[in-house]
């Protein structure tokens, strides 16, 4: 977990295109920049520093970062796998599937990309940042406001990325609060080679010191657009964490805040795919993918795994589309507009009803090129996640990082937990801009597991999963005695202390840094074991 210097290589790049400054000047023979002379480049070129802020929220979603495959795709990619990982989401079990790791849970290999990425990609984000910062004056007083802006929006995005982290590596912080979870990066530490894990209670700490920081400096400044960091994007994060903790009150004064200004998307909003540009209205934070970005590697985006709609992609192309468990997908009400997300087994869904593949026969579902970009959908497909243009080769979609949705769900929990009425405002709510047919009581459940069937329904391939299971402490439930849509290979349940839920360590951060005691125990589990485990919700 060495201090990432690419970051300042690329920028010093722009540096000598933009600058008559000799790189000798600047540049030391080792080949990377002190903090005093990375302050040194943001004087003589202001713009550098604007550059390499810009650059890490490009990061967040760069297809192909650390590796040429179509299984990287930084922060996305992780929520991708946070989602394949629980029960509600997989693709089918076949030789085109990147992301079977995922649905068998022989992710834990110390030595597999998959986990690798999702270890180093925050790492290297984090790395990032507190080299950016190091960039600066210590002393605020010497900044100007666009620097303190950037700063401020630089440690809520390092808060976001341990946030990433924290569900993999340990339980959650109902029974694991003074357990190891991952080591801290700070930037004052010297010897990287001896700094273990850090509680989850000192992970989240040093997340909130970031965060309340950001949500006093951001106080009313405004950005040019959804992509970056605001005042209502960091409380927010802030309300996550607040959730993750329990901090009930806390978590529902932010995720009020951060809710202010933003609409739901309406029923007839969702009478099509969408999800697709950052300007939607329910967005507060996403992800601007780019024509440019997405060149680096079109087959590692969510257009291309996620979305079913691509005309470049692994998904329409192979037959291995996102599809929902129909433990899930059985529940939810035909009167609500969210069972159109997914087509049905006979491949029909009222989203698609007039949609055509470009060049194919016959509707989008059952379209076929011959494979070489589209096969016939299979049952239970999302078609939650829409294209720009249906058939695209582009696959430059946007992807929401947090909708007001989100918000609100995260209210309506708390209002329940703090003896308020959450599950009779979430009922307004869902007959208001999802089902008018809707009663929680209908299908029998507990208020606060009626609230998380509504979390997976609502916020299902945006990555929540693994962090709701975690901080619920709810076991994975993928089938019951009978078999669900899920492959064999994915068909098992785990219980909510089964030690094979977390993560592993990348044995090269074991190789360089000796304080590290690994996760350990457990077993890959086999088909069908786990049978008798219910989760409270697809009881």
Not at 15 to 29: E, N
Not at 265 to 283: C, S, V
Not at 337 to 354: E, F, H, M, Q, T
Request: charged letters at 25%; proline letters at 6%; glycine letters at 6%.
């Amino acid at each position: 977990m060495k201090l990432n210097r690419l970051l300042l290589l690329a920028t010093i790049g722009a540096v000598a295109a933009s600058s008559c400054t000799k790189l000798g000047d600047v540049l030391p023979q080792s080949g990377t920049m002190l903090a005093s002379q990375v302050q040194e480049t943001n004087t003589i070129v202001p713009s550098r520093a604007s550059a390499a802020f810009s650059g890490m929220f490009t990061n967040i979603g760069k297809p192909e970062k650390m590796y040429a495959t179509p299984d990287d795709w930084e922060f996305l990619m992780i929520n991708f796998c946070n989602d394949l990982e629980g029960a509600d989401a997989h693709i089918a079990d076949n030789n085109y599937n990147w992301f079977s790791p995922c649905g068998e849970l022989s992710s834990r290999s110390p030595n597999y990309r998959n986990p690798l990425i999702r270890y180093r990609a925050p790492y290297n984000m984090i790395s990032d940042i507190n080299t950016f910062i190091a960039g600066f004056p210590k002393d605020e007083s010497n900044w100007t406001p666009e620097t303190l802006n950037m700063i401020a929006q630089s440690r809520a995005l390092r808060a976001y990325s341990y946030m990433l982290l924290v569900p993999s590596f340990q339980f959650g912080y109902s029974v694991a609060a003074d357990k190891p979870c991952v080591p801290i990066c700070s930037p004052t530490i010297e010897d990287f080679t001896h700094n273990p894990r850090a509680t989850v209670k000192q992970v989240l700490d040093t997340v909130l010191t970031d965060l309340n920081y950001a949500v006093e400096k951001l106080a009313g400044a405004s950005r040019t657009t959804k992509a970056y960091i605001d005042e209502s994007v960091a409380r927010a994060i802030r309300a996550r964490v607040y959730l993750y903790m329990g901090e009930w009150q806390k978590a529902l004064e932010d995720a009020t805040a951060a809710a202010k200004g933003y609409s739901p998307k309406t029923i007839a909003d969702l009478a099509r795919p969408t999800f697709y540009d950052i300007n939607e209205e329910d967005w507060i934070w996403g992800y601007d993918m780019t024509e440019s970005t997405a060149q680096n590697g079109v087959n590692a985006t969510t257009s291309s795994w996620l979305r079913s709609f691509s005309g470049d992609s692994y998904s329409a192309a192979t037959q291995s589309t996102t599809c929902i468990n129909t433990l899930l997908w059985n529940m939810i009400p035909e009167s609500d507009v969210r069972k159109g997300w997914w087509i049905d087994a006979n491949l029909k869904s009222p989203l698609i009803d007039d949609l055509t593949w470009p060049g194919c026969e016959g509707d989008v579902a059952h379209a076929n090129d011959g494979g070489y970009a589209k096969l016939p959908f299979i049952p239970y497909t999302n078609v939650k996640f829409g294209c720009k243009t249906i058939g695209t080769t582009v696959n430059d979609e946007d992807m929401p990082l947090i909708r007001v949705e989100e918000m609100l769900l995260i209210k309506f929990e708390c209002m329940q937990r703090l003896g308020q009425d959450g599950v009779g405002e979430m009922e307004k709510f869902i007959r208001e801009y999802r089902d008018p047919e809707y009663n929680w009581s209908d299908k029998g459940l507990e208020p606060l597991d009626e609230i998380w069937f509504q979390r997976r329904v609502e916020l299902w391939g945006e990555g929540f999963f693994i962090y709701d299971q975690k901080r619920l402490n709810k076991p994975l439930v993928r089938f019951h005695d009978e078999t669900s849509n899920i492959s064999p290979a994915f068909r098992f349940n785990l219980a909510a202390d089964d030690p094979w839920l977390l993560l592993r360590f990348p044995q090269g951060e074991m190789n360089t840094n000796y304080d590290i005691v690994d996760n350990a125990g457990g077993q890959q589990p086999k088909t069908d074991e786990g049978k008798s485990l219910r989760d409270g919700v697809t009881d």
